[in-house]
Structures are given as structure tokens and as C-alpha cells.
């Protein structure tokens, strides 16, 4: 896929305790087929590794903000709406990877359908090792049909969302909820 435009993407992973997997996830960030990203990365107050191996990447892409105590997904997730400089927030949990094309496409389907704020794609489940497992998570792809089912369940596989920024930050970000804020977000959203 050829792009003829550059539109900047905040990749935005929120991290605690991820240092198991933290470095596929960086790596499947900085190998894109789509070079125009920053990758913001939040440390909740990790107690392991996880900071540390952060530093290890020298990739002026990265940018990592420190919490000084965990605070919780809600309020770290929600760094990302005065942090983020990209027109587009594209979302990678710290234990998750992402297909090498996977920013290139998004980005080239927000140019098609500019009336879009939010989009997911499919996802592989895989193992402890990295291992595919045989369940394929795939969303709906009809927008009425999305709204519809949002009242009752998440349809979206969080680390595989992309969304403008200004409509993540017009309705506020993450809700502050125990649980399920992605579910809040993309509710709010649609």
C-alpha cells in the first residue's frame, strides 16, 4: 500500500508491571509500515523492569511519561488527552503486538471515510509464548449496526482501535470506571 500522505499518529500504550512482553509490543510499533508515529508510553508505577527496559529502545520516537505511584488505567490511559500530538491516537496495550501494516491501513481508511471517530480491526488471540490460538476476535463492521449493539457490549478489541483525537478529547477521554473503560469510551464515542 503506497501513501502519499503524512498524517501523525500518537501510538499510546499504558504499561505496569509489563516487562514480559513490553519489548514485542515497542518492536511491532517501530517496525510499521507507517513511519509518521510517536509512541507515548505511561508507566503506572511499575515494580519490575518495565521502565528500565523502555530505555533500553534509542528510537526518538518514544516518548515515555512516568508515574510516580500507580494511579490506575483510567487516569493513566487518560494522560494521552493533553499528551498526545498526533491528529490520531492509535491504541496498543504493553502485552500485545501489532501487524507491521497495521497504522498504514487504519490511517488509509480514516482518509477514505473522513466522517469516521473511531475504528477497530480484527485480533489474534495468542498464548503466554506468543503462540496463535485458533479464536479470531472480529468486529462489526456496519456503523448503524455497531451503535445498535454498543448499548448492550463492547464490539471493539481495545489494542486494535485508532481514533481522531479531537473526538477522544470532545467527549472527555476514559471514564473513570473500576473496569470496562474502554467499553465507556467507545460508547461515548458512537
Known sequence: MSTDYQKNITVFMA???????????IE?????????????????GSTDETVQIVRTFNDS??????????RGLPFTRNIALTE???????VLDSDDSAFPSRLEKQIHYFDQRPELA??????????????RQPEVLMPISDSDELRALLLFVNTFTHSTVMMRTAAFRQVGGYP??????????????A
Open 28 to 44: 511491532s510499533i517501530l517496525n510499521q509500515t507507517y513511519p509518521h508515529f510517536e509512541l507515548l508510553i505511561v508507566d503506572d
Open 61 to 70: 520516537r518514544i516518548r515515555l511519561i512516568e508515574n510516580k505511584k500507580n
Open 84 to 90: 498526545a500530538k498526533g491528529e490520531f491516537i492509535a
Open 15 to 25: 504499561a505496569y508491571n509489563a516487562a514480559a512482553y513490553i519489548s514485542e509490543s
Open 118 to 131: 473511531v475504528l477497530g480491526g480484527y485480533a489474534y488471540i495468542i498464548d503466554k509464548n506468543g503462540k
Open 176 to 189: 473513570d470506571y473500576p473496569v470496562a473503560q474502554d467499553y465507556g469510551l467507545f460508547s461515548k464515542l
